[in-house]
């Protein structure tokens, strides 16, 4: 089950608030980026945030551990508070703040 159009504009317009927050679409589903780095993925309408010592932290007992697709490593999975919008943007923005800043990739020539 893909991840519908309106879980994507409703969680956009959750985290409205803060600055370089956008999507991209993924093999179906969506990773969502803060400031160029991915702090999350949304797949089959369900919202992952990566989950780093600081943000369990931060979020106590709020959350669940799930994987977003067979495989993946664990996520914060975020049920009832994605209607709160100061916390979920805290979380977001925190989670952006501790993660690495991404390797920029080498453009590679071909002739």
Do not use: H, K, V
């Given at each position: 089950?893909?991840?519908k159009e309106s879980t994507i504009d409703f969680i956009?317009?959750?985290?409205?608030?803060i600055p370089n927050i956008r999507v991209r679409k993924m093999f179906g589903e969506y990773a969502l980026y803060c400031d160029e780095k991915v702090v999350g993925l949304v797949c089959?309408?369900?919202?992952?945030?990566k989950i780093t010592e600081e943000g369990r932290k931060f979020v106590d007992d709020d959350y669940q551990e799930g994987a977003?697709?067979?495989g993946a490593k664990p996520y914060m999975k975020i049920d009832d508070k994605l209607d709160d919008t100061i916390w979920l943007g805290e979380l977001v923005s925190l989670t952006a703040r501790l993660l690495p800043t991404p390797k920029q990739k080498k453009k590679t020539h071909r002739g």
């Open positions: 089950m893909a991840t956009l317009d959750q985290l409205s608030q089959d309408d369900e919202l992952f945030i977003p697709y067979p």
